[in-house]
């Protein structure tokens, strides 16, 4: 059953972001359009500029607030479940002292012989033995450590342990082996082209987590952000119970992995176009090259028919040199700058040729031609 519900903690979040949020999004945008568009005025045709922008807009936003649904899942989940601190009705910095007197209270209310008539002895006696460990478990130092840092299940994983270094070494390992496993996959899923958008982001927040866990693990104290801010802000506004080390971390993984399927879905939203990335421009010198022949032919196939246009056209003046040659000279004017100018390499070619005489020179003195 345990292993049924973990593959579904993995499984279905995954099947949610790439399925089902797209498919709501198109009902969603359909919706949308009935609503706010009236009858008989156009809509957005799919594919036109609009129509990706609302639908971008509606995707984020359902990415979003599904993000968030994950964050309050996992601490409502966290809140649900037993805690040692909850379940005696004490406080997470609790004494000694306070804890003994407050385990007597409870000892008189729920303990087997002092029980009403009626109740259930067996679930009487059972809930007692579960306040009686966790008392103990809070009066251990060794055990009240790993218990704040790992959780309840760090005693099932390690059951031999009995100092506070068995207790940290065992947590480590696992972490890392989890770590570890991780780290191979997404470098595998890498190498084979797989799970490149957000790439960065899942490093970054897997490197972040496994410091913040091997902080907590490795440190007498718990984290500042914990005992200084969020701690006492959750106190404040009566929200819940103060978080242990181990909660935060819980709450950390989940949000890292949202976090990471959150922008590996934006990224491919905001590309012109996602199913052709824009390809990388040839700019090699064979390029230039090829490019500068092909500029000069066509110059050398202009000039042959700037003379046969002049030859033609002065046929009149054959007489007059003076006429034949200022119109000559009118001619070769209005077919570069009207004609040679018009053609795309050209203005390309001179274009370049000014924005490296630009180059490096003072802002004042660019110009604008």
Not at 317 to 345: C, I, P, S, T, W
Request: hydrophobic share 45%; with cysteine.
């Amino acid at each position: 059953m345990a292993r049924a519900s973990m593959s579904w903690d993995t499984l279905g979040p995954f099947l949610i972001w790439q399925f089902l949020i797209p498919w709501a999004a198109v009902w969603a945008q359909t919706i949308l359009y009935s609503i706010f568009i009236r009858a008989g005025d156009p809509k957005p045709q799919p594919g036109s500029v609009r129509f990706v922008k609302h639908r971008r807009q509606i995707l984020i936003a359902i990415y979003a607030a599904y993000f968030a649904f994950t964050i309050y899942e996992v601490d409502f989940n966290l809140q649900r479940s037993s805690n040692a601190y909850n379940d005696l009705g004490v406080p997470i910095d609790v004494d000694e002292t306070s804890l003994n007197s407050r385990f007597r209270k409870l000892t008189i209310r729920f303990h087997p012989d002092k029980i009403a008539a009626g109740i259930d002895r067996e679930a009487a006696n059972a809930y007692y033995i579960h306040l009686k460990h966790a008392r103990d478990v809070i009066l251990d130092p060794a055990k009240r450590f790993a218990y704040d840092r790992f959780g309840p299940d760090i005693f099932a994983q390690c059951q031999s342990c009995v100092t506070v270094k068995d207790y940290v070494d065992s947590a480590l390992l696992s972490a890392l082996t989890s770590y570890g496993v991780l780290l191979v996959f997404l470098v595998g899923a890498n190498a084979l082209g797989f799970l490149k958008d957000g790439s960065y982001w899942r490093y970054l927040g897997l490197l972040a987590v496994a410091a913040f866990e091997v902080r907590t693990a490795m440190r007498p104290d718990h984290p500042s952000i914990l005992s200084k801010y969020l701690n006492p802000l959750v106190a404040s506004l009566n929200l819940r119970p103060a978080y242990l080390p181990f909660q935060v971390i819980a709450i950390a993984k989940k949000a890292s992995i949202s976090a990471a399927q959150f922008l590996a879905l934006l990224m491919p939203l905001y590309r012109l176009d996602p199913e052709r990335p824009n390809q990388p421009t040839d700019d090699t010198e064979a390029t230039q090259h090829q490019q500068i022949d092909r500029l000069s032919a066509f110059v050398g196939e202009c000039h042959k028919d700037a003379s046969r246009l002049l030859e033609l056209e002065s046929t009149p003046f054959r007489d007059n040199e003076k006429a034949k040659g200022e119109l000559r000279d009118a001619l070769k004017k209005y077919m570069v700058q009207n004609v040679l100018h018009q053609e795309k390499d050209v203005r390309n070619a001179i274009g370049q040729s000014i924005a490296r005489r630009r180059t490096g020179v003072p802002h004042g003195a660019q110009g604008t031609k």
